[in-house]
């Protein structure tokens, strides 16, 4: 008589509890988790803790460390992974997710607004009659600007200089970032606001 090998799969529900064994399962749990580790998910035996009102509660046991956040009506985050035992703050983790989404899209919007022009000190009358045309229209559409020079090879930093200087007349009356002009090595640069045409 033959007999067939049956296998049971594991159960786990959605917060990848393993009912055979009272594990956790990262591997299928933590796929579904976006932004820091909190809560269950923190894994190790002991965390460095900073409370809801920002004071340094000590290092304690990572179960401890839950239901402290837990009887606040709190999260336990995990802020700093990098260094051992782990920082965690108790915090309201969907408030703190919303912060860091936030800031991190005010950062990519930030980005996004920055338009960049370079020139050389050989460059054509045309290209940069161009530059300027769009470095304008750029400006007046809500974008910082950065205008750069970049020299190279035997390029000397005076005809640099001077070209920069002659192209930065287009702009008078356009108020500025940094208060003067840039030179770091072989690059010369100043950056245009976005708020119109109030002198520096």
């Known amino acids: 008589m033959e007999f ?11 917060n990848g509890y393993n009912r ?13 988790q976006y932004g820091p580790r ?3 998910f923190i894994r190790v035996p002991q965390v460095m803790v900073i409370g809801d009102q920002g004071e340094n509660l000590g290092v304690m046991k990572t179960d401890e460390a839950i239901k402290l956040a837990q009887s606040k009506g709190l999260d336990l985050v995990e802020v700093g992974a990098t260094v051992n035992p782990p920082v965690c703050k108790i915090i309201d983790y969907a408030k703190y997710v919303y912060e860091l989404n936030k800031k991190q899209r ?17 460059i054509d009358i045309g290209d940069i009659e ?47 970032i940094e208060p003067e002009k840039k030179v770091e090595g072989k690059t010369i640069f100043i950056t245009f606001k976005a708020n119109g045409k109030a002198k520096n």
């Open 130 to 176: 161009l530059r300027v045309r769009r470095s304008k229209e750029f400006i007046d559409k809500g974008h910082n600007v950065r205008l750069t020079m970049v020299r190279k090879g035997r390029q000397t930093h005076e005809l640099a200089i001077q070209v920069f200087n002659d192209i930065l007349t287009n702009f008078e009356g356009y108020s500025t």
């Open 20 to 32: 055979n064994n009272g594990s956790y399962n990262r591997g299928n749990a933590d796929k579904k």
């Open 4 to 14: 067939k090998k049956t296998f049971k799969r594991p159960y786990n529900n959605n």
């Open 38 to 40: 909190r809560n269950e």
């Open 106 to 122: 005010k950062n990519k919007n930030k980005a996004k607004d920055m338009k960049e022009f370079k020139f050389s000190p050989v």
